[in-house]
């Protein structure tokens, strides 16, 4: 049975950092592009980063590029998240997808078959 558990969210001020981690069991990633989407109270889904199967290639959502880096080890079959310049409007519930192809794509959710639980991320002074 696939399991996708996200770890690494918590408090944080502006400015500071934190790293996801998004960990499998049940299924061999490196086959899977993998995204991170995030929700925010009152606001829809967006789609933050995604990486491709082999991670030679990334996508950022413009308010996060320069500031977000994913990356994945697929012998650990985990994908992560380091985040950057935490502003406030980062604050959101992550969560890391896998998608039913090897390419990446932050634009069509419905290629996205696993969802893990989440995790939060509170960025305040």
């Known amino acids: 049975q696939l399991q996708l558990v996200e770890s690494g969210g918590g408090l944080v001020q502006p400015g500071g950092s934190l790293r996801l981690s998004c960990a499998a069991s049940?299924?061999?990633?490196?086959?899977?592009?993998i995204g991170w989407f995030r929700q925010a109270p009152g606001k829809e889904r967006e789609g933050v980063s995604c990486?491709?199967?082999?991670?030679?290639?990334?996508n950022h959502a413009d308010s996060v590029k320069g500031r977000f880096t994913i990356s994945r080890d697929n012998a650990k079959n985990t994908v992560y998240l380091q985040m950057n310049s935490l502003k406030p409007e980062d604050t959101a519930v992550y969560y890391c997808?896998?998608?039913?192809?090897?390419?990446?794509?932050?634009?069509?959710?419905?290629?996205?078959?696993?969802w893990g639980q989440g995790t939060q991320v509170t960025v305040s002074s």
């Open positions: 997808a896998v998608a039913s192809q090897s390419d990446c794509s932050l634009i069509y959710v419905y290629v996205y078959s696993y």
């Open positions: 049940g299924l061999k990633l490196r086959y899977y592009a």
């Open positions: 990486i491709s199967s082999s991670g030679g290639a990334t």
